[in-house]
């Protein structure tokens, strides 16, 4: 099972990006998927979650700017951000709760992280 983001880049302050990740390999089902963030300096923290259902989480300082959402057909968690700002300047990384389809366990996965700079 892999995940892989894609989607990070420089924007100006009050721009917008969108992150996605996308599951592949021997998934039998996917449970929570989410985003965290780790700045330099800082411990990584969760940003936004999202349940196989659709009920989301926010952090609170993301909240009203961020949309968590996935695609259950493609396995695939995407992450809309709006009205950024220099301190949402981060690696971004997907993480998903996954079953394979050689066990009955779910484990948490992580993809590669992303890098997203706000600046101007």
């Known amino acids: 099972v892999q995940l892989q983001a894609s989607g990070g880049g420089l924007v100006q302050p009050g721009g917008s990006l969108r992150l996605s990740c996308a599951a592949s390999?021997?998934?039998?089902?996917?449970?929570?998927m989410f985003w965290y963030r780790q700045a330099p300096g800082n411990q990584r923290e969760l940003v936004a979650g999202i349940g196989s259902a659709g009920s989301t989480n926010y952090a609170d300082s993301v909240k009203g700017r961020f949309t968590v959402s996935r695609d259950n057909a493609k396995n695939t968690v995407t992450l809309q951000m709006n009205s950024l700002k220099p301190e949402d300047t981060a690696v971004y990384y997907c993480?998903?709760?996954?079953?394979?389809?050689?066990?009955?366990?779910?484990?948490?996965?992580w993809g590669q992280g992303t890098l997203v700079t706000v600046s101007s």
């Open positions: 993480n998903a709760v996954i079953r394979s389809t050689s066990g009955s366990t779910y484990y948490p996965y």
């Open positions: 390999g021997s998934i039998f089902d996917i449970n929570a």
